[in-house]
């Protein structure tokens, strides 16, 4: 039901519990530092851990999907043109003292990829040398009177403690840069009044972007330079700010020993503060004051700078990876805020302003299942509450009939309002108003646990889930679900007892079904999050099959004879017109020859939902061109989807590259001209994809394919007994001789189409990438093995390799994942792609890894089936067996 147009990120919710931070972080930290290594091994074994092993660790403190989504926002958070995004982190000198606790948490992030700038400070360390050279510190306005010689002595212990910090990175394997000038220019903040203290007017972040490219943490101290060259002591706290207001990072963390923001009257943690609400009256309170009372009026003067998507949060060291890597984060959050409103009205937050809302984060609008003039006229039906905050970064809709239980049919928000933990607000603001509540979602929302984490109970049916709070009896759950029904407010599909689904719409024997789940409701509180939770339709739509002579069209239509919603309605083949399709069982079709004209008529009438073309490359293109002519002719409904299986739109602009699990679900859902990607190329983006972090600059992959004899082309076979033609390989295994054959030894389309995709998932897709491919054919019948050979920018472990391919593909439904090297048992007429064989050269500089798919299933018919799936609003794998 949440839909974002973007990656969201996650923030907390406003009441977040200490009970979560106190004493329950050590213990987690503890965990993962025994996992890391055996209690008599020291520290530096964690240089040995690589980054997947870490990753799962992080698993220790959050979930699986809560880390991974992290992991996957953080990583996309900066690119080579401005590397230094990710993260600002401010460290106290305290932490300091707990140098290794500090550098082993650092390196967790170095080590997933992830490069923050850091800031340290130095105080208390300055305050003892200075103490025990005779010298008392001054303080005027809680800023440190500096002169020559305390000056002098803050540079000997900034640098001491930079390189402190420094080594014990370095010695975990982590590297670091120091960087103890160059970075803040500053001019006298007031001489006279605190001698040797600089103001900020100039941040220079091309050091810090240059550390991070190469691979390096950028570790800064709080010294500035006037422009005269005089060096002058700046407070790290305002260094940091100033740092972030030229950086503007997704993430902003101060590290300081007691881990947070306390009440100065009952000494309670403060988990979140809202400084558009709060700020005045905490500013006025008797108990804010010195410290605390400057460290406030910085983080408002910061984040009044930066962007509302920004927050600060105030942590202890040791619960970093709590706060950048769950949902329930750590220590104390300060962000901007905003009041949240509730109106009974679409006038009082204003038409156009809705619509907009609706047009560009509704899921069933961007699918086309809906429409913003429908959704509107929806809300006319019965009474209704709008909730929100007043940028509309979070719009919730509660319809709530007299007398009846209230639903939300609608949960929109933006990056912004994830971010800021805005959603959670909205939602505890809708149970503040109603005690019982309704709402549903996909049951294949990765994000799932937002909805369960915040129900009483949930039904999931046909791949659709009911969630709900405030009903504790089963039978009433049913009462309230029937009366739903009857005044069509939600979809039978709910309905945990009903009459059998239509023989069409039950589930075809072997193919994926989903089971009935309850959730035991989740206590406690969290950073709140969910994604768009659009039903999968279960609507029957018509299917053309353009060019079904050939292996891939034989293939397909036997998936389609299995899909309990999609009907195929037309099979043109020019050979076999008038012959009737024999793998088809769901009804009797004879093979037509469809014209372009026919092409054009069927589009304009609505006569399809949907056309798959299975035709030779360089043919496609006449009868692409006539479906897009009808679709303009079209009076009235929605335009058909198209699937071309040929390589004629693989590069095309407006057209969407059909490979699930590499590229956008959601483009997919949303598009309505979908190129099938080849099978060869579908193996080797596979392969190549979860390693192109460690790809050696410069150096391209190569992949040795070695296919069937159907995955070679295809040429008039004999005839069949009835007269209708037949389709052969155009290899034979008699022409092999028991061996193998290599063919088109450069330039083959699929190495282009690899290197093409693939160029988008590097950090500068400007900068091509090419894949060397050789294809082969064997003497079997169908399935493709792909042997990869990589060049690595550093040493990774085969285990660490295998790691990455676990941690990429882990959740996917058609891909497993290996130890041993496939062998083609393991994919030959399987619907999904297999990997393993994981090795690493003995001087570390390359990897190899073996795929393997069938090129039929998977390499075409398979993949195809996943597309349009979504592009007609089914669940991916429906009519895909087990």
């Known amino acids: 039901m949440l839909r974002t147009a973007s990656q969201p990120i996650v923030r907390t919710s406003a009441a977040r519990g200490a009970a979560l931070i106190a004493g329950g972080r050590t213990a987690s930290v503890q965990v993962v530092r025994r ?99 005779g010298v008392v510190p001054d303080y005027h306005d809680g800023i440190r009177v500096t002169d020559a010689k305390t000056l002098n002595i803050a540079r000997r212990v900034f640098l001491e403690e930079n390189l402190k910090l420094v080594g014990a990175l370095e010695k975990l394997g982590t590297r670091a840069r120091p960087i103890t000038s160059g970075v803040f220019t500053a001019d006298f903040l007031d001489k006279d009044k605190y001698g040797l203290v ?138 901007r805020g905003y009041k949240l409103f509730h109106h009974d009205s679409v006038d009082s937050i204003g038409a156009d302003r809705l619509r907009q809302v609706i047009h560009d984060r509704d899921p069933d609008v961007l699918a086309g299942d809906d429409s913003v003039a429908g959704v509107l006229h929806q809300l006319k039906q019965a009474p209704y509450t709008i909730y929100g905050d007043e940028p509309l970064d979070v719009v919730a809709i509660v319809s709530r009939p007299d007398g009846e239980v209230p639903v939300m049919t609608k949960l929109l928000a933006s990056r912004s309002g994830i971010m800021n933990g805005i959603v959670d607000n909205v939602f505890n603001a809708i149970k503040k108003d109603h005690r019982k509540l309704f709402w549903t979602a996909r049951a294949d929302d990765e994000n799932r646990a937002w909805h369960f984490e915040r129900a009483d109970g949930s039904f999931t049916r046909a791949g659709k889930s009911l969630f709900w709070y405030g009903v504790q009896d089963v039978q009433e759950v049913e009462r309230i679900i029937q009366g739903f029904e009857a005044k069509g407010r939600i979809s039978r599909a709910y309905l945990p007892v009903g009459p059998p689904a239509h023989p069409h719409r039950a589930t075809a024997p072997g193919t994926r079904s989903y089971s009935t789940s309850a959730r035991t409701p989740f206590r406690g509180t969290s950073r709140g999050y969910a994604t768009s939770a659009s039903s999968s339709s279960t609507e029957s739509k018509r299917l053309a099959l353009i060019g079904a002579r050939g292996f891939t069209g034989q293939a397909l239509t036997s998936l389609l004879s299995g899909h309990p919603y999609l009907d195929l309605t037309h099979v043109s083949s020019r050979q076999l017109a008038g012959y009737s399709l024999d793998n088809y069982t769901k009804a009797s079709i004879k093979y037509s020859d469809l014209s372009v004209d026919d092409v054009r008529r069927m589009e304009k009438d609505g006569e399809v939902d949907a056309w798959v073309m299975a035709l030779p490359n360089g043919t496609c293109k006449p009868f692409v061109d006539a479906v897009d002519q009808g679709a303009k002719e079209r009076v009235s409904g929605d335009t058909s989807v198209v699937v071309d299986l040929s390589a004629d739109y693989r590069f095309e602009a ?229």
Not at 207 to 218: N, V
Not at 688 to 716: D, N
Not at 804 to 822: A, F, Q, T
Not at 844 to 855: K, M, Q, S, T, Y
Request: proline share 6%.
């Open 654 to 882: 407006g057209w969407t590259y059909g490979l699930p699990e590499l590229y956008s679900r959601p483009t997919i859902r949303n598009s309505k001209r979908i190129s099938n990607p080849g099978c060869y190329a579908t193996s080797t983006q596979l392969l190549i994809a979860p390693l192109l972090r460690f790809l050696k600059q410069g150096a391209w992959p190569t992949v040795f394919g070695v296919s069937g004899l159907s995955g070679a082309g295809t040429v008039a076979g004999p005839p069949a007994a009835d007269g209708r033609p037949t389709t052969a390989a155009k290899i034979s295994p008699e022409s092999l001789a028991g061996g193998l054959k290599p063919y088109s030894l450069t330039d083959h389309i699929h190495e282009r189409e690899a290197g093409h995709h693939l160029s988008r998932l590097i950090s500068d897709p400007s900068n091509r990438m090419k894949v060397a491919f050789v294809p082969t054919v064997a003497p079997w019948f169908s399935g493709i093995h792909s042997v990869l050979s990589i060049p690595l920018s550093q040493s990774v472990s085969a285990k660490a390799i295998k790691a990455l391919y676990e941690e990429k593909y882990g959740h996917e439904k058609l891909i497993r994942i290996l130890s041993d090297v496939p062998m083609l048992p393991d994919f030959e007429n399987q619907h999904g792609w297999v990997v393993g064989g994981f090795q690493v050269h003995s001087d570390g500089d390359r990897a190899v890894v073996v795929g393997g798919l069938d090129n039929l299933l998977k390499g075409a018919a398979t993949q195809c089936l996943q597309n349009l799936n979504l592009a007609l609003g089914y669940d991916e794998y429906t009519g895909i067996p087990e």
């Open 198 to 335: 600089g103001r900020i007017t100039r941040v220079d972040k091309r050091p810090l972007e240059a550390s991070i490219r190469a691979g390096a943490l950028p570790i800064l101290t709080s010294l500035a330079e006037s422009e005269s060259g005089q060096i002058l002591n700046v407070n790290a706290d305002i260094a940091a700010g100033e740092l972030a207001k030229e950086l503007e990072p997704l993430k902003i963390v101060f590290l300081n020993e007691k881990g947070g923001l306390f009440h100065g009257v009952t000494g309670e943690k403060l988990d979140v503060i809202n400084l558009d609400e709060e700020y005045e009256d905490l500013m006025g309170q008797s108990w804010v004051k010195f410290g605390t009372k400057l460290k406030l009026r910085e983080f408002k003067e910061l984040l009044d700078h930066l962007p509302r998507s920004s927050s600060v949060a105030v942590i202890r060291a040791d619960m970093l990876q709590r706060e950048l890597f769950t949902d329930s984060g750590a220590g104390t959050l300060i962000r």
């Open 35 to 133: 996992r890391v290594h055996p209690p008599t091994r020291g520290i530096q074994s964690v240089a040995q851990t690589d980054r997947d092993t870490i990753t799962r660790l992080l698993y220790s403190i959050g979930t699986k999907r809560e880390v991974e989504r992290y992991l996957r926002i953080f990583s996309s958070s900066s690119d080579v043109s401005q590397p230094a995004k990710f993260a600002v982190i401010k460290i106290g000198g305290a932490v300091l003292d707990q140098v290794d606790e500090l550098a082993l948490s650092l390196s967790f992030l170095y080590r997933v990829g992830l490069y923050p700038v850091v800031l340290h400070g130095a105080g208390p360390q300055l305050n003892s040398i200075i103490e025990s050279a």
